[in-house]
């Protein structure tokens, strides 16, 4: 099984649909983490996948990004 970089899977929100992302490159984002930004195959619409695992620095003490019933009580 010899190929070129290995092919990441991403969603594409066009298709709807799990797809190989095509053109993939491997990027460093500001916060150090990594992500593959390609595109879909099938669309050409730009997909980008980040890449979890190292839990070098795991988020201090973030709340849940998305919760709305999270207000401040003052
Ligand atoms: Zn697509």
Redesign the pocket.
């Known amino acids: 099984m010899a190929g070129k970089i290995f092919m990441p899977e991403g969603y594409?929100?066009?298709?709807?649909?799990k797809?190989d992302i095509a053109d993939g490159v491997e990027e460093v984002m500001k916060n150090g983490r990594r992500a593959i930004k390609g595109k879909?195959?099938?669309?050409?619409?730009v997909?980008f996948k980040i890449l979890g695992g190292k839990a070098v620095a795991p988020a201090p003490s973030a709340p849940s990004p998305a919760s709305p019933g999270n207000a401040p009580s003052q």
Do not use: L, Q, R, S
Not at 40 to 45: A, E, L, R
């Open positions: 594409c929100v066009k298709c709807k649909a797809k879909c195959p099938v669309c050409g619409t997909m």
